[in-house]
T-cell receptor, first 113, second 111 residues
Framework: AAGVIQSPRHLIKEKRETATLKCYPIPRHDTVYWYQQGPGQDPQFLISFYEKMQSDKGSIPDRFSAQQFSDYHSELNMSSLELGDSALYFC????????????FGPGTRLTVT | KNEVEQSPQNLTAQEGEFITINCSYSVGISALHWLQQHPGGGIVSLFMLSSGKKKHGRLIATINIQEKHSSLHITASHPRDSAVYICAARGSGGGADGLTFGKGTHLIIQP
């Protein structure tokens, strides 16, 4: 069965650079979530989208922005990267109105040096 | 904001033992997830519960909505069950879509 796809899987950036992470939800899933998991930390919810509109917002820094496109894939744009942004970034998806169950992608490991 | 507490934080057991991991939350929820994460690895969804009990193989998850408590049980534990188990709650408000995670239970099953 198709799963959530994230790219890239690993990314190394320097401080003050920008990064773009991509998430491709399971086919027919219309809702996408972004989570950040710092080293040794529990995941934190960043932001979610449904039908290209932001549906909920968590602890996403102002330096980050995200959007969902018409094919339901989503991109998380991160600017002015800081060392503290080094983390595993998970994307999850679900079908709104059918189930609350979220299906997680493998994550993108971002290292800021 | 929902607070999700898990216990124990760390658990080491012998192969074959019955394992219980507990999760409590502070405010009403619409769903609770049990997730598994291996070191450096991705997150796998084990269960999503809004009431009652679910069973999948050797794993059983229960939830008591009135007591705001859920448990994950592993029967006949095996070293391959060693992982971090995380409970995560979805709020009950219409806009409360993101999950709030517990800090995880590090489980080690020794042969």
């Amino acid at each position: 069965a198709a799963g959530v796809i994230q790219s890239p899987r690993h990314l190394i950036k320097e401080k003050r650079e920008t990064a773009t992470l991509k998430c491709y939800p399971i086919p027919r899933h219309d809702t996408v979530y972004w989570y950040q998991q710092g080293p040794g930390q529990d995941p934190q919810f960043l932001i979610s989208f449904y039908e290209k509109m932001q549906s909920d917002k968590g602890s996403i820094p102002d330096r980050f922005s995200a959007q969902q496109f018409s094919d339901y894939h989503s991109e998380l744009n991160m600017s002015s990267l800081e060392l503290g942004d080094s983390a595993l970034y998970f994307c999850a998806s679900r079908i709104r109105g059918v189930t609350y169950e979220q299906y997680f992608g493998p994550g993108t490991r971002l290292t800021v040096t | 904001k929902n607070e999700v507490e898990q216990s124990p934080q760390n658990l080491t057991a012998q192969e074959g033992e019955f394992i219980t991991i507990n999760c409590s939350y502070s405010v009403g929820i619409s769903a609770l997830h049990w997730l598994q994460q291996h070191p450096g690895g991705g997150i796998v969804s084990l269960f999503m519960l809004s009431s009652g009990k679910k069973k999948h193989g050797r794993l059983i998850a229960t939830i008591n909505i009135q007591e705001k408590h859920s448990s994950l049980h592993i029967t006949a534990s095996h070293p391959r069950d060693s992982a971090v188990y995380i409970c995560a709650a979805r709020g009950s408000g219409g806009g409360a879509d993101g999950l709030t995670f517990g800090k995880g239970t590090h489980l080690i099953i020794q042969p």
